[in-house]
């Protein structure tokens, strides 16, 4: 890989996750979300590995030595991605479940994914909303980065 693709990898790769979290967090009232929120955290690592490569990242970056394609998907960082997508698809559906137990437990009938919101001050953001829609958006946010880096990982590999 060429020393520019490097030296631009190092400035654009973080730049693309700060983005990726201001989307996610203004995603209720702003374009944004979990789902463009993913995809550029995806992009991001995709410039990664197109600088750096799949043995660089999981080398340098994770400290784990990986020999060939087949460790990288059976047991590498391939293996961490399934598992972000797993755990982003029970989130998605907990998010969900979350306003029914709370109506359960209220004695009330509230409809699957119903919301609520508060706001909270946060550094260099101000006052945002924080809505409980923002657990699901979480959820997709993780199934979105878990499955594009499987897929990029997984063709890489081979």
């Known amino acids: 890989m060429t020393v520019i693709l490097r ?3 190092r400035v654009v790769v973080p730049l693309g996750f700060v983005v990726s979290f201001a989307f996610f967090l203004q995603g209720h009232n702003l374009p944004g979300g979990g789902f463009i929120a993913g995809v550029l955290a995806a992009s991001a690592m995709a410039l990664a590995y197109l600088a750096y490569g799949l043995d660089g990242v999981e080398d340098d970056v994770l400290g784990r030595e990986v020999e060939t394609a087949v460790e ?3 047991h590498g960082i391939v293996r961490d991605y399934q598992s972000l ?3 982003g698809l029970g989130i998605a559906v907990t998010g969900g479940l979350a306003s029914i137990a709370y109506g359960y437990l209220t004695g009330t009938t509230i409809p699957y994914m119903t919301q609520t919101f508060r706001h909270a001050t946060v550094p260099l953001f ?3 909303e924080l ?3 923002l657990v699901f958006d979480l959820g997709v946010y993780a199934v979105v980065v878990g499955a594009l880096l499987t897929i990029i990982s997984v063709v ?3």
């Open 7 to 9: 030296t631009v990898a």
């Open 72 to 74: 990288h998907v059976q």
């Open 85 to 87: 997508y797993a755990a």
């Open 126 to 128: 101000g006052d945002i």
């Open 131 to 133: 809505a409980s829609a």
């Open 156 to 158: 890489g590999a081979e």
